[in-house]
């Protein structure tokens, strides 16, 4: 899908076609054009990143406004950045893959969220983001899945999350999902797939 496109995908009750967007709810996932994520990356408050964030990247194809009722609420900007600590030989530091997404409200408050963050063994990487999508909310607020690619040395896994609003913080938050009792954690977790977790809650 062109990002050139000014591509706009409501969903007012029926499922459409295209991967990770469709689903029955009142909301709407619109990707930004090619001028709104220049403007988005020259006005990106990096101070808000760990520090030691290198090697800043967004990740233009899944890059959305989140709407609800016909009204922008919120832009969501996954980006990918590199973090460096001193290695086990002097001089040569190792660098870890790691996700983060910027929250963006239209009067311009900004928030960051670290991603894939856990308690597996070893350090934990992202390698990128798989996959954005609406969930089924019943609210007036538009509900996004998220799901990133986590790693270790050992292995890698899906990790979705979920974007909602908060009534008691008056905006938007994000949660990570994990798996219902008795399913196994997946690497190839489809948006389809989390929106049945969700409904099993």
């Not at 020259?42 to 899944?62: E, I």
């Not at 960051?112 to 909310?137: H, W, Y």
């Not at 609210?139 to 270790?152: D, R, Y």
Request: hydrophobic share 40%.
């Amino acid at each position: 899908m062109s990002m050139c496109t000014a591509l706009r995908i409501v969903f007012l009750g029926l499922a459409t076609g295209i991967p990770g967007y469709g689903v029955a709810q009142n909301g709407a996932l619109t990707p930004l054009n090619a001028a709104e994520i220049r403007s988005v990356e020259r006005a990106l408050d990096r101070s808000l990143l760990p520090k030691g964030a290198t090697d800043v990247h967004l990740v233009t194809s899944q890059t959305f406004h989140v709407q609800s009722a016909g009204y922008t609420e919120l832009t969501l900007v996954p980006i990918r950045y590199t973090i460096s600590e001193p290695g086990l030989v002097e001089g040569i530091d190792r660098e870890h893959d790691q996700c983060g997404l910027y929250l963006i409200e239209p009067s311009s408050t900004t928030r960051f969220e670290k991603m894939v963050e856990g308690d597996e063994a070893g350090p934990i990487q992202c390698s990128g983001i798989e996959g954005v999508g609406l969930a089924r909310g019943q609210g007036p607020h538009a509900q996004v899945i998220l799901i990133f690619n986590a790693h270790t040395v050992r292995r890698s896994r899906s990790a979705p999350y979920l974007v909602s609003w908060s009534e008691n913080d008056k905006h938007y938050v994000v949660e990570a999902l994990t798996p219902p009792a008795g399913v196994p954690v997946s690497d190839s977790l489809t948006i389809a797939q989390v929106r049945k977790w969700m409904e099993s809650r």
